[in-house]
């Protein structure tokens, strides 16, 4: 193993100005739904994300202190576990419905969503499995038999909650690491347009989801249903400008977008802080990438570069997806802004992976 450096410094302080600007603008955009909506003093959902992120330094900061070569130890159990978690969300004891989707477990009035867990723990399976395969890279039944049965399993589980957009996440990261791995283009590409097929089945036929799609593609047909958030997330960001209406002078959250804390705190970040701000938050997530990407180039071990690459793509693609609703180029998926949007699930666990990542960076 290459001698031990100092952390990358300029990534963990990326990570916590996220961290910091989210606490602020969850404040921002729910402290009068708070009152209003959900009959809870103005100060709740802050009060949760600051214990929320003070759990997450503290994760952050424990996983950047064990060796990145435990978690390859450890990721057949890992996955396991994130696999059995992901089947407990149909159980009536635990797991917890809302809004029509069984996404989450309920542990002693606390929530926990098992599908954040499952991005990373096949990210470590699929940077274990491609070393323990190189050899057989090019073979396309070596390959492909086995993360058809991982993946598939997972993809079921999480299309049953119905959680389609992680579904898609993680077939999305899947790919890039075959990418980087260097199976065949032309196995890649195969294997691309039957999910492509696959996943055409599976929007038409269940129609709420084609409606989705329709509806996307002009939310004026539908206003005040399908097309309403992408329509209010347009209107908060156009009265942003260049300089916004200043911090906590947002109209929208106002009980016009609905999940503006959430999915779409993009939105009001654009509407408040206008374009500099939307802008600050995609330069921090690009320097993001750009460290994530050069720790994985730098690093010598095979596991490493993998794992550095599948966390990076990992907050990357979440963060683009995000953003890319918010402006109206995709459709609503549900992802939230990594490190920023509220919530515990997503910010824990995205935490665990930084600190990884922030471990493998010693040896890059």
């Known amino acids: ?9 300029f990534l963990f302080l990326v990570v916590i100005a996220l961290m910091s600007i989210g606490v602020v603008m969850v404040y921002s ?12 003093p103005p100060y709740f959902f802050l009060k949760k994300q600051a214990c929320f992120v003070g759990i997450a330094l503290l994760v952050l900061l424990s996983s950047m202190q064990i060796s990145y070569e435990i978690w390859r130890k450890c990721c057949y159990v890992i996955l396991l576990f994130s696999v059995v978690l992901l089947a407990l969300v149909f159980t009536p004891w635990l797991g917890k ?6 996404r989450w477990l309920e542990f002693f009035g606390y929530q926990f969503q098992p599908a954040e867990l499952a991005k990373l723990a096949i990210i470590l399976y699929l940077a274990h499995f491609l070393v323990k395969k190189a050899k057989y890279i090019e073979d396309m039944r070596a390959i492909f038999s086995p993360l058809c049965i991982v993946l598939g399993l997972s993809f079921l589980l999480l299309l049953k909650q119905p959680d389609l957009g992680t579904s898609v996440l993680i077939v999305i990261i899947a790919f890039s690491m075959l990418f980087a791995a260097g199976v065949k283009k032309s196995h890649l590409f195969g294997t691309a347009v039957l999910f492509s097929i696959g996943l055409s089945g599976v929007i038409w036929l269940i129609r ?11 939310p004026w047909k539908d206003p005040l249903g399908i097309g309403y958030q992408t329509i209010q997330s347009y209107c908060a960001l156009g009265a942003g400008g260049w300089f916004g209406l200043g911090l906590g002078q947002g109209i929208q959250k106002r009980g016009f977008l609905p999940e503006a804390h959430t999915d779409f705190i993009f939105s009001i970040i654009g509407e408040e802080l206008g374009l500099f701000g939307a802008l600050l938050i995609l330069i921090l997530f690009c320097i993001f990438i750009w460290r994530g990407f050069r720790i994985a180039q730098r690093v010598k071990d095979p596991f490493a570069c993998y794992l550095a690459l599948g966390i990076t793509c990992l907050i990357g693609y979440q963060a683009l997806i995000n953003i890319c609703v918010a402006i109206g180029l995709l459709p609503t998926k549900g992802l ?3 490190f920023v949007s509220f919530g515990g699930s997503s910010l824990i666990v995205n935490a665990l992976a930084v600190g990884m990542l922030l471990n493998i960076s010693r040896f890059a």
């Open 336 to 338: 939230p802004l990594p």
């Open 1 to 9: 193993m290459p001698k031990k450096q100092n952390y990358d410094h």
């Open 208 to 218: 709420y989801r084609l409606q989705r799609i329709l509806i996307f593609l002009d």
């Open 97 to 102: 419905k809302a809004g029509g989707a069984y």
């Open 29 to 40: 955009s729910s402290a009068l739904i708070a009152e209003s909506r959900y009959h809870v």
